[in-house]
């Protein structure tokens, strides 16, 4: 089993639409939570840290459940340049990093 | 405002011939660190360090070496390339201490193939 899964996708969305992706993380001991975006042949980049509490940043949530060992991530309103790989990232201490394989999302006119 | 610059950002090998990846980061960053990544894959550590002078393996180190001579630069050190380590590589750094809950940044990448 993987430390770290992601439904591979893709997800087809139309624009305007509300999607979510789940990630689950085999690590109980895991500290910390983040969502990044890659687009294609690019670099990833950090899209959001993922709190307890869950958190938003526009129209980006992303929410933790410790007791499932799953995060996840609601797009509400999508637009055609939030088309990308969204990876699920966990880290454990001692700089223990694992990256989900990713999920692609296509959102379309 | 550079961030990390890895540089090349393409490469061709032949098999059995060595280079070096180089990353360097302005950021003052203690902590660096290179990724694999190849299809259908998670990126996967292959070397980190948390300062100059000390580096460790990750999940795929072997065939590559690294050093940490200054806070700046970690260069990577492909010793003698095989076709399995063609992939695209990344160089990630975080400042370290706190770095737990901080996100990494990313060059933009080294596509190797290996020939």
């Known amino acids: 089993r993987k430390e770290v899964e992601q439904d591979p996708g893709p997800f087809n969305v139309p624009e305007g639409a509300t999607v979510a992706f789940n990630c689950t993380y085999s690590?109980?001991?895991?500290?910390?939570f983040f969502w990044y975006r890659q687009d294609c042949r690019k670099e990833p980049k950090l899209l959001m840290s993922?709190?307890?509490s869950g958190n938003e940043d526009g129209r980006f949530t992303a929410q933790l459940n410790r007791a499932s060992q799953y995060i996840s991530l609601l797009i509400r309103d999508s637009k055609l340049s939030d088309s990308a790989t969204y990876l699920c990232?966990?880290?454990?201490?001692?700089?223990?990093?694992?990256f989900g394989a990713g999920t692609r999302l296509f959102v379309k006119a | 405002n550079a961030g990390v610059t890895q540089t090349p950002k393409f490469q061709v090998l032949k098999t059995g011939q060595s280079m070096t990846l180089q990353c360097a980061q302005d950021?003052?960053?203690?902590?660096m660190s290179w990724y694999r990544q190849d299809p259908g894959m998670g990126l996967r550590l292959i070397h980190y360090?948390?300062?100059?002078?000390?580096?460790d393996q990750g999940e795929v180190p072997n065939g590559y070496n690294v050093s940490r001579s200054t806070t700046e630069d970690f260069p990577l050190r492909l010793l003698s390339a095989a076709p399995s380590q063609t992939s695209v590589y990344f160089c990630?750094?975080?400042?370290?201490?706190?770095?737990?809950?901080?996100?990494?940044?990313f060059g933009s990448g080294t596509r190797l193939t290996v020939v």
């Open positions: 990232v966990v880290r454990s201490g001692g700089f223990k990093t694992i």
């Open positions: 690590n109980s001991a895991s500290q910390s």
């Open positions: 993922v709190y307890s």
């Open positions: 950021m003052n960053h203690e902590y």
């Open positions: 360090s948390v300062g100059a002078g000390i580096t």
């Open positions: 990630a750094s975080n400042p370290a201490g706190t770095g737990l809950f901080y996100g990494y940044t």
